[in-house]
């Protein structure tokens, strides 16, 4: 009996650090890999001040910001799904912007592997 307990303990352990979930007492996977994104692609031009934008996988959050290593963030909004469409317009014509979307994973954010540029309509 104490044998299987502890095999159960043991595997207990290996699901829960190596598999991952989100608590203690739950087993859904958590999901760490960070989403790919999609559009505005990278370089385009011409993208209206409202533009929506698109990734693949998981995100739960979106920077943008018109310096590249996000030192200044324009916009930073909560998002769920695969796309998200700025409610207010940005705010220079003609302006590149930098964007990336991540997911929080609880441990602060894990960032796509890269991040995207546009630029605005002149």
């Not at 963030?73 to 317009?89: F, H, K, M």
Request: net charge neutral; glycine share 6%; hydrophobic share 35%.
């Amino acid at each position: 009996m104490k044998l299987l307990s502890f095999i159960i303990l043991l595997l207990s352990i290996f699901s829960y650090n190596f598999i991952g979930c989100d608590s203690v007492s739950d087993s859904k996977p958590v999901n760490n890999s960070p989403p790919s994104l999609i559009s505005p692609a990278d370089r385009d031009s011409n993208i209206s001040l409202t533009p929506t934008f698109t990734w693949s996988g998981t995100a739960n959050k979106l920077e943008i910001a018109t310096i590249s290593n996000f030192s200044t963030v324009e916009v930073s909004a909560d998002v769920s799904g695969t796309s998200y469409t700025l409610p207010n317009p940005l705010q220079h014509h003609g302006t590149y912007y930098y964007w990336r979307a991540g997911i929080n994973n609880g441990n602060g954010i894990t960032w796509a592997t890269n991040y995207y540029t546009f630029k605005t309509v002149p």
